[in-house]
């Protein structure tokens, strides 16, 4: 049973957690002794070839209560965390990297960032764009914002939308890697067909159709719509597999329908704060010196009904990001953290940009937090 939300449901980090997937699938191919972890499904352990699939946006959640594929009900397993915060930017770097954010550094969407024209910027992860400084792909490299190699060195096919080969958040969570773009979703399943049959052990492919219509529409019939598409896709998929070879489908967070656009901070919160970096369910607040108490205390009056307030000491002693932060990486943290518990968001005046988005995530609540890790091996 998936816990309610009276409290935050932190990723977990030792065990049935997205950082966890990729060293126990290598495991798997590498090493058929491999003595795999216990929430790996059965069925995956006999895999001899694996299809990593990641579905951007399927929480766990909306496959329950929603029309799921019907192809899902034949795979094996169930549901595990994603990291926190439950986004793309930090939940694909920890699932290529096997590590939590703590340590390989993309805490978010929007991230404190030193750039060429300001100390203290804010670079957002997937655009590779700041604040102050707009495109920095020529002067934020992306190894020095995250500088731990991918699938622990293995070398890994991506299956991707054409044109996210060359971003600069591809190159910082996927350096290296041999990038096999897809330019329409119906020749995924051609593609992986191919890359079987070529020998490959693991290939890592990527879907962005559930999140995207998830932001547009919401949770409705459009998604509903979506959904029927993947159980198609999947199904294409299923088909291209010869025996032996297993296909593993995951995500990198769930969806909350917002109840309305996001919310206008208060001018007596803003007037406290230098800079806001994360997103609207996960917003860090970096204060301006000797406010942090009365910014956090501010945030509780205001917001505390509707969202979960934590200091940075706070989010690092419960071990939200994970253990072990590094100096640099808790640089990067805002003082407060303001994080949605009911299904709204934060507007960032300086980001106004995803203020009406319709479907949203970032936050740790179940909806958010659960995320499908379920396998199917041909025979």
């Known amino acids: 049973?998936?816990?309610?939300?009276?409290?935050?449901?932190?990723?977990?980090?030792?065990?049935?957690?997205?950082?966890?997937?990729?060293?126990?699938?290598?495991?798997?191919?590498?090493?058929?002794?491999?003595?795999?972890?216990?929430?790996?499904?059965?069925?995956?352990?006999?895999?001899?070839?694996?299809?990593?699939?990641?579905?951007?946006?399927?929480?766990?959640?909306?496959?329950?209560?929603?029309?799921?594929?019907?192809?899902?009900?034949?795979?094996?397993?169930?549901?595990?965390?994603?990291?926190?915060?439950?986004?793309?930017?930090?939940?694909?770097?920890?699932?290529?990297t096997g590590l939590p954010p703590s340590r390989h550094g993309i805490i978010g969407y929007r991230i404190k960032m030193q750039t060429a024209i300001a100390s203290d910027d804010v670079l957002n992860m997937l655009r590779w764009k700041s604040i102050f400084a707009g495109d920095v792909r020529s002067t934020v490299r992306p190894a020095a914002v995250q500088q731990h190699t991918p699938f622990m060195g293995m070398d890994v096919p991506v299956l991707t939308r054409d044109g996210f080969g060359c971003t600069g958040f591809t190159a910082a969570h996927l350096r290296g890697l041999r990038i096999v773009p897809w330019k329409v979703p119906s020749s995924i399943p051609l593609d992986i067909e191919h890359l079987v049959d070529s020998g490959e052990r693991l290939i890592y492919v990527y879907y962005d159709g559930v999140d995207k219509i998830a932001h547009s529409y919401?949770?409705?019939?459009?998604?509903?719509?979506?959904?029927?598409?993947?159980?198609?896709?999947?199904?294409?998929?299923?088909?291209?597999?010869?025996?032996?070879?297993?296909?593993?489908?995951?995500?990198?967070?769930?969806?909350?329908?917002?109840?309305?656009?996001?919310?206008?901070?208060?001018?007596?919160?803003?007037?406290?704060?230098?800079?806001?970096?994360?997103?609207?369910?996960?917003?860090?607040?970096?204060?301006?010196?000797?406010?942090?108490?009365?910014l956090h205390d501010t945030a509780e009056y205001l917001y505390g009904d509707i969202a979960w307030i934590r200091t940075r000491d706070q989010i690092l002693e419960e071990g939200w990001l994970g253990p072990d932060i590094g100096y640099d990486v808790a640089a990067r943290l805002g003082d407060v953290a303001l994080v949605a518990r009911e299904p709204v968001a934060f507007m960032d005046p300086a980001d106004v940009g995803e203020s009406r988005l319709k479907g949203r995530h970032g936050s740790v609540t179940s909806e958010e937090m659960t995320v499908p890790f379920i396998a199917y091996l041909s025979e």
């Open 1 to 96: 049973m998936i816990p309610v939300d009276e409290q935050p449901m932190l990723p977990s980090y030792e065990g049935a957690c997205l950082s966890n997937i990729v060293p126990e699938l290598i495991g798997i191919v590498s090493d058929k002794h491999h003595d795999a972890a216990s929430f790996i499904p059965q069925c995956l352990r006999e895999a001899n070839q694996i299809v990593l699939l990641v579905i951007d946006g399927l929480g766990w959640q909306q496959v329950q209560k929603y029309e799921s594929p019907a192809t899902f009900s034949e795979m094996e397993g169930g549901w595990i965390t994603t990291v926190a915060p439950s986004t793309t930017a930090a939940a694909l770097t920890s699932l290529v």
């Open 218 to 294: 919401g949770i409705g019939e459009h998604y509903l719509s979506e959904l029927e598409y993947v159980d198609y896709l999947v199904a294409s998929i299923e088909e291209a597999l010869p025996p032996g070879a297993a296909l593993v489908i995951t995500a990198d967070h769930g969806q909350v329908h917002m109840n309305g656009p996001a919310i206008e901070l208060d001018s007596t919160l803003l007037d406290m704060v230098e800079l806001i970096s994360g997103e609207g369910r996960f917003r860090w607040l970096h204060g301006r010196d000797g406010v942090v108490k009365d």
